[in-house]
């Protein structure tokens, strides 16, 4: 069975709670259910990983090159400045989707660059939990 890694960035946890208005009332444990159960759904296995550091987002997304295919990541902030994730991603040549909650490009201009974008397979933005959903899809298409 193929094996996806589902990994959120700083301040992710707070989703449900914080900014409400932006990222909706959802909290990150029923999304993450959501997607488990979708990636089951399509024959494959989700693991999920959270961490405000980016030093132990690196580490598990080095890791995955043990035990996963595809993976499905929105590294919040960070998204928009750190080449460290950036080069950990390009290390590991595993397939990656970059995921956003909010519209990024019709929020503040610092949200516009993602620094991760060219060394990700695609980029799905704006949809809410539904941009986690189409992520399982677009990994799905990639890996099979
Ligand atoms: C986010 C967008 C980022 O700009 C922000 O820093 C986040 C969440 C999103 O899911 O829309 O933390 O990645």
Avoid: W
Wanted: charged share 20%; net charge neutral; glycine share 8%.
């Amino acid at each position: 069975m193929k094996k996806v890694l589902l990994i959120h960035g700083p301040n992710l946890n707070l989703t449900g709670q914080r900014e409400p208005g932006i990222y909706g009332s959802n909290t990150l444990a029923s999304i993450n259910a959501e997607v488990v159960q979708k990636c089951e759904r399509l024959g494959m296995e989700c693991t999920v990983f959270q961490s405000n550091s980016e030093g132990a987002l690196i580490d598990r997304i080095h890791a995955a090159r043990e035990d996963c295919d595809a993976i499905i990541m929105n590294a919040g902030a960070y998204t928009h400045y750190s080449y460290a994730i950036r080069d950990a991603i390009a290390a590991v040549r595993l397939p990656c989707v970059e995921v956003h909650m909010s519209n990024v490009h019709a929020r503040e201009e610092f949200r516009h660059k993602s620094v991760i974008g060219p060394v990700c397979a695609g980029v799905i933005a704006g949809f809410g939990k539904h941009s986690y959903l189409l992520a399982v899809d677009a990994v799905k298409s990639i890996i099979g």
